[in-house]
């Protein structure tokens, strides 16, 4: 019987999660997804010095305004509950004691001083500091009140397979021996996860490239407890926008939360970070959820690193809203309006001009709206196109006041008014003379849309008004 698919997401509580600690989760959601497998989200809460209240609220709805959605974890439960670390203490101390019985751990007897101490030694010695060069000769027993440190067996060279980056090794220099359980009780992450991936049946664990360092060391735990180690499947990082350091929080990495205060749709963004760092094998770019779990394979994710690129975020994000059925564009572009604004009309003219439904709050504060409920105010000058004479503008405005008249209000559309107005600017040496001031007169803007959508939108009175305005 072929063994199920099981991967995990595992963040610590310390803040917010962003859009490298995401697609973490959507390469594992993915990959479960496809095999029909089954996806945890993990807590992992016991570095309490280090935690942020309410950052495991902002996690789950990180991950669900996204469409990760679990099949396990804090808030639903499931048949390896608590999937909250600090709540799953008497098993790390169950397997600790395993260890301690076979010899494989003992109680750090040194201090903190003493410790800093073998470290500035190894340094002046440059060389590189290792505690098992300190390890005590005979081992106290652990009553809980000091750390508790894994003795590595074997100080061998280890090889193993990443599904991502192959066939990888390291010699006895990566080994050490490490805490496993603090002296506040709470376990460490190199021992935590080991044990909990165990009893939750963890088949892959998918991770950053920061934690292959430490591949040996939980391999030497693997050995000490005597269990087959998971898949491996180590991510490239996210690279800034640079391309040359890696996106994190000190580097501008965003709250994942905030691309959906900018007004992103959570299938762009998915679509976006499934990208970054995985190819799908042709040139297609835009793909839908259940299409990203069809064709996702761990064997498809790249070795480099993928730079991070907004302009292509926002065109992904574009290419989701072209998609949006009527009803819906109306209702998510209605609530950035104010009431006012709310007009059906203006919904395609602001749908061409946004790539995120955000940029519809710089449109409002930089008055690029204001001409569709305000009469606009500008100079004569601007209404002349190059070097048109004011007469020769008035002429035809006039023109084009006369021809709009004869469309009837009811049948004042995009497309009559466009039929009306080009057939008088293609008999002008440049179409710009009657289209410039005809845009200008009724927008009062340097840049806006095109003069037939908003006489459109306006209306036959009040574009006939403010061409006559500005004759």
Known sequence: MEQKIITRFAPSPTGFIHVGNLRTALYAYLWAKKNKGTFILRIEDTDKAREVEGSIDHIMKSLKWLGVNWDEGPDI????????????LESYKKYAQILIEKGLAYPDPYTEEEIDGFREKAELEKKAFLFREHRPITFGVWDGTRPLRFKVGDIKSYHWHDEVYGDLSAGPEALDDFILIKSDGYPTYNFAHVIDDLEMGVTHVMRGQEFISSVPKYLSLYDGLGIKPPLFATLPPIMGKDGNKKLGKRDGAKDVLEYEREGYLPGAMMNFLALLGWNPGDDKEIFTKDELINIF???????????????????????????????????KIFEWLPEELKIKKLVPVIAERISKFGDIKKMITEGELDFFYKQPEYSKEKLIFKNTTPEKTSLNLKEAITALQKIDEKDFSFENVKITLMQIADGLPSRGELLHPVRYALSGLDKSPDPFVIAMILGKNETLSRLQKAI
């Open 297 to 331: 394979d761990i064997s498809r994710i790249g070795h480099s690193g993928a730079q991070w690129n907004d302009d292509k975020l926002d065109w992904i994000n574009k290419e989701y809203i072209k998609k949006l059925e009527n009803e819906e564009l109306e209702n």
């Open 77 to 88: 439960g499931g048949p390896n509950a608590p999937y909250l670390q600090s709540q799953r």
